[in-house]
């Protein structure tokens, strides 16, 4: 009888268990099955090369970025082929949250000063919850401090204001290739003659190759449509490499632009590369944690 009953008891234990782990699987797949994969690092900086990428500063992180363009390579000798002329900008990007940063910039091009704001709204991921591509937006306001060039006449500080709009689409395919898409929207209050547009519209492409962990090269245009500017301006294009090396990002590059924000480099681009108008310039991004994470 009590051989019985302990046989009765082990099966009870057996096929208990086996219920138990069975349940615990269910639980287990059930939650695998909710799990989402987000992707990182579309690209390693919040700029692609000139313009923008879907990127942010982390919360709490404070993001600052020198840009520096020299003067054209075609300039000759005299001018040290561009070295002894430049255009600089210092600029500060905050992360508020993981998904909304602010930024102020002061740009040496016409004495500007600008500030953004930069919002992700969708992020490239898999799994329970699948979006195929991340988007951010982002928009700017520039504020021209040059002297009036006829202080007679009646001058309005709105003349001295233009703004950008900006919604930037990217996509990460695999660990090495990212490729964005940036439909643009350009207002200027003021403008230099009667031919020039106060609204301009523009498509930018851009993209990122991944040599190695810590270098990879770099590619970006603007397309102007058709019939927003005077014939003299150009479609801006820029190739360069971005270098990591732990708290910073240098990029260097090759670009036909002087201007060193959206209101200046997409619209007023003078440079033409077939007449050998290229700038070498680069951009250097260091992150500070600011406030403790949580």
Same mark, same amino acid.
């Not at 923008?52 to 390579?73: C, D, M, T, W």
């Not at 991921?125 to 195929?132: A, I, L, R, T, V």
């Not at 002087?258 to 108008?277: A, H, K, R, S, V």
């Given at each position: 009888?009590?051989?019985?009953?302990? /046989?009765?008891? &082990?099966?009870?234990?057996?096929?208990?268990? $086996?219920?138990?782990? !069975?349940? &615990?699987?269910?639980? +287990?797949?059930?939650?695998?099955?909710?799990?989402?994969?987000?992707?990182?690092?579309?690209?390693? *900086?919040?700029?692609?090369?000139?313009?923008?990428?879907?990127? /942010?500063?982390?919360?709490?992180?404070?993001?600052?970025? /020198?840009?520096?363009?020299?003067?054209?390579?075609?300039?000759? *000798?005299?001018?040290?082929?561009?070295?002894?002329?430049?255009? %600089?900008?210092?600029?500060? #990007?905050?992360? %508020?949250?993981?998904?909304?940063?602010?930024?102020?910039? $002061?740009?040496?091009?016409?004495?500007?000063? #600008?500030?953004?704001?930069? =919002?992700?709204?969708?992020?490239?991921?898999?799994?329970?919850?699948?979006?195929?591509?991340?988007?951010?937006?982002?928009?700017?306001?520039?504020?021209? *401090?040059?002297?009036?060039?006829?202080?007679?006449?009646?001058?309005?500080?709105?003349?001295?204001?233009?703004?950008?709009?900006?919604?930037?689409?990217? $996509?990460?395919?695999?660990?090495?290739?990212?490729?964005?898409?940036?439909?643009?929207?350009?207002?200027?209050? &003021? =403008?230099?003659?009667?031919?020039?547009?106060?609204?301009?519209? *523009?498509?930018?492409?851009?993209?990122?190759?991944? %040599?190695?962990?810590?270098?990879?090269?770099?590619?970006?245009?603007?397309?102007?449509?058709?019939?927003?500017?005077?014939?003299?301006?150009?479609?801006?294009?820029?190739?360069? %490499?971005? +270098?990591?090396?732990?708290?910073?990002?240098?990029?260097?590059?090759?670009?036909?632009? !002087?201007?060193?924000?959206?209101?200046?480099?997409?619209?007023?681009?003078?440079?033409?590369?077939?007449?050998?108008?290229?700038?070498?310039?680069?951009?250097?991004?260091?992150?500070?944690?600011?406030?403790?994470?949580?």
């Amino acid at each position: 009888m009590k051989t019985r009953i302990k /046989i009765f008891v &082990l099966l009870i234990f057996l096929f208990g268990s $086996r219920a138990v782990a !069975q349940d &615990l699987m269910d639980l +287990l797949n059930e939650d695998e099955s909710k799990k989402t994969d987000y992707t990182y690092a579309t690209f390693k *900086a919040t700029r692609v090369i000139n313009g923008q990428s879907i990127e /942010i500063p982390p919360k709490g992180a404070l993001n600052f970025v /020198i840009s520096h363009h020299f003067g054209r390579v075609n300039s000759g *000798a005299y001018e040290w082929f561009g070295l002894d002329q430049a255009n %600089i900008r210092f600029g500060f #990007d905050y992360g %508020i949250t993981d998904w909304l940063s602010v930024g102020i910039g $002061r740009t040496s091009v016409k004495k500007t000063y #600008d500030g953004s704001i930069k =919002v992700k709204i969708l992020r490239q991921s898999k799994g329970y919850k699948n979006m195929p591509v991340s988007l951010t937006y982002f928009t700017n306001m520039a504020i021209t *401090a040059l002297k009036w060039q006829d202080p007679e006449r009646a001058n309005y500080f709105s003349s001295r204001m233009e703004y950008v709009h900006q919604i930037l689409i990217a $996509r990460k395919f695999g660990s090495s290739l990212s490729v964005q898409i940036m439909p643009t929207f350009i207002h200027r209050n &003021l =403008v230099p003659t009667i031919n020039d547009q106060n609204d301009v519209y *523009a498509i930018g492409a851009g993209g990122r190759i991944k %040599i190695t962990n810590r270098l990879a090269i770099t590619a970006e245009s603007y397309f102007l449509m058709p019939g927003q500017t005077r014939e003299e301006f150009f479609n801006t294009l820029s190739v360069g %490499i971005d +270098l990591e090396t732990g708290g910073h990002v240098f990029q260097l590059y090759l670009t036909n632009s !002087q201007g060193l924000i959206e209101e200046q480099f997409i619209p007023m681009t003078t440079g033409n590369w077939l007449n050998g108008d290229i700038h070498i310039g680069f951009n250097i991004h260091r992150t500070f944690q600011i406030a403790r994470k949580k």
